[in-house]
């Protein structure tokens, strides 16, 4: 048995970060019910690239969740998704802050048909911040594109300071409920969320010192090769760097570690050799040291998203 099977989410978010943690909600075993709106949807099921004219990201993160339409502005809407939250354990919402409770559908509202709902708000910036933003605008409020500032390959606000944080909330949430019989009022803003993402880089500049993971060092860095691929050295501790120097012919690397301008003396004698000459010198010793490999394609998953509003006839609250 899964350990949320029995239990069942509403799901009132779109695009991303929000499907993520409901996704990993339903694959410890809960009922996932998305809450759409008429017409289009999540905007995630036509966001390109699509795969078989459904966005990509939509299919992985939704599949085998169920599809209910509801126009929440509409009084009948209103009243439908106060019936379903009668019957269910958590709802997440990603609306703008405020908009539920302009809709008659706030945490008062929730709480008076289910006192055990978990009731959970993911928001972007903190403070009851209603500005739009994105992945990129999360992380340069939180002070993680580095300086120069790059932007990161992966959404890191998205999962790590919005999916993650809002599902382990959520746990803690139901394994505080089995023990007090009352709901919860959750709110997760991504800025927030990345608290400890940024511990590390803000604890380097409360020292005054250079951030050792950002490629200000020639033992941390990812180094281009004449072939046209990329090598990655995390030898941060001495032990590391020294053996690999000695693996690589380079000695007299050992006592520039930690030097700043000898990153580019290190990634001109790196570029002159195909990765596959610095994989076979390093590899097997204690090093820290490996291929950049690119994205791989996920399978795609068995269970298909649903279409939208295929479940409005059928859906019923667990026990109703």
């Excluded at 509409?74 to 998704?81: D, R, V, Y």
């Excluded at 959750?186 to 020292?207: D, H, K, N, Q, T």
């Amino acid at each position: 048995m899964k350990p949320l099977q029995g239990i069942t989410t509403l799901d009132l978010t779109r695009l991303l970060p929000g499907a993520v943690a409901t996704m990993m909600l339903r694959e410890a075993g809960a009922t996932v019910v998305k809450i759409e709106a008429p017409g289009e949807g999540d905007y995630g099921r036509s966001m390109a690239p699509l795969i078989d004219g459904t966005g990509a990201i939509f299919r992985f993160t939704n599949a085998g969740k169920q599809s209910v339409v509801l126009d929440l502005k509409s009084e009948s809407g209103k009243a439908a998704l106060l019936r379903m939250a009668a019957g269910a354990d958590v709802l997440v919402e990603g609306f703008r802050p405020g908009v539920m409770d302009r809709l008659g559908l706030g945490p008062r509202e929730m709480a008076a048909v289910n006192p055990r709902l978990i009731f959970a708000s993911l928001t972007g910036h903190a403070d009851g911040s209603t500005e739009a933003g994105h992945d990129l605008n999360y992380l340069a409020a939180a002070g993680l594109l580095g300086w120069p500032p790059r932007i990161p390959a992966a959404p890191i606000a998205d999962i790590a300071g919005g999916s993650l944080q809002l599902v382990n909330k959520i746990l803690l949430a139901l394994l505080d409920r089995a023990r007090t019989g009352a709901g919860a009022r959750l709110v997760v803003s991504m800025v927030e969320g990345l608290a400890p993402v940024a511990l590390a880089p803000r604890a380097f500049a409360a020292a005054g010192a250079p951030n050792p993971l950002s490629g200000v060092y020639p033992c941390y860095n990812l180094y281009d090769t004449a072939d046209g691929e990329y090598l990655a050295v995390a030898a941060l501790e001495p032990k590391f760097w020294r053996e690999f120097c000695t693996a690589v012919e380079q000695p007299d690397w050992i006592s520039h570690q930690f030097d700043q301008e000898f990153v580019w003396i290190a990634a001109d004698t790196i570029a002159g050799r195909d990765l596959e000459w610095w994989l076979s010198r390093t590899q097997g010793r204690d090093c820290c040291v490996n291929r950049v490999r690119p994205p791989s394609p996920l399978p795609l998953p068995e269970d298909p998203p649903p279409a939208l509003g295929e479940h409005n006839a059928q859906w019923r609250a667990p026990g109703s």
